[in-house]
């Protein structure tokens, strides 16, 4: 069964920079499609960024183009999330989720229901 567990959040404040990690196990990562979504209080799961199983295909939601960076490590088992210049709308549960590749890939790679494998999140806090 894989498992996926997030770490890497925590307090910073407005303008600060957090990399958020991603270590899958019971499986191997390469044969996986990972997203990273986050959920506000009383809001929905968002995607935030789309890495596919090769790296060379990235995507992000609008609102975190230019400061949000995704990558991955297949050898380590982990994916990464840079986040830079945080802003107080950032702040939620940052969740990893994964598909497998073997299956086709749809449009909207940014959408939760793309995803089966899920981690219990990290938080993310944006205050000063």
């Known amino acids: 069964q894989l498992q996926l567990v997030e770490s890497g959040g925590g307090l910073v404040q407005p303008g600060g920079s957090l990399r958020l990690s991603c270590v899958v196990s019971?499986?191997?990562?390469?044969?996986?499609?990972i997203g990273w979504f986050r959920q506000a209080p009383g809001k929905e799961r968002e995607g935030v960024a789309y890495?596919?199983?090769?790296?060379?295909?990235?995507d992000y939601a609008d609102s975190v183009e230019g400061r949000f960076s995704i990558s991955r490590d297949n050898a380590k088992n982990t994916v990464y999330l840079q986040i830079n210049n945080l802003n107080a709308e950032d702040a939620g549960v940052y969740y990893c989720?994964?598909?497998?590749?073997?299956?086709?890939?749809?449009?909207?790679?940014?959408?939760?229901?793309?995803?089966?494998?899920w981690g219990q999140g990290t938080q993310v806090t944006v205050s000063s």
């Open positions: 989720a994964a598909s497998p590749a073997s299956q086709p890939t749809p449009r909207d790679v940014l959408n939760p229901a793309r995803f089966g494998y």
């Open positions: 019971g499986s191997t990562l390469e044969y996986y499609r």
């Open positions: 890495i596919s199983r090769s790296g060379r295909t990235i």
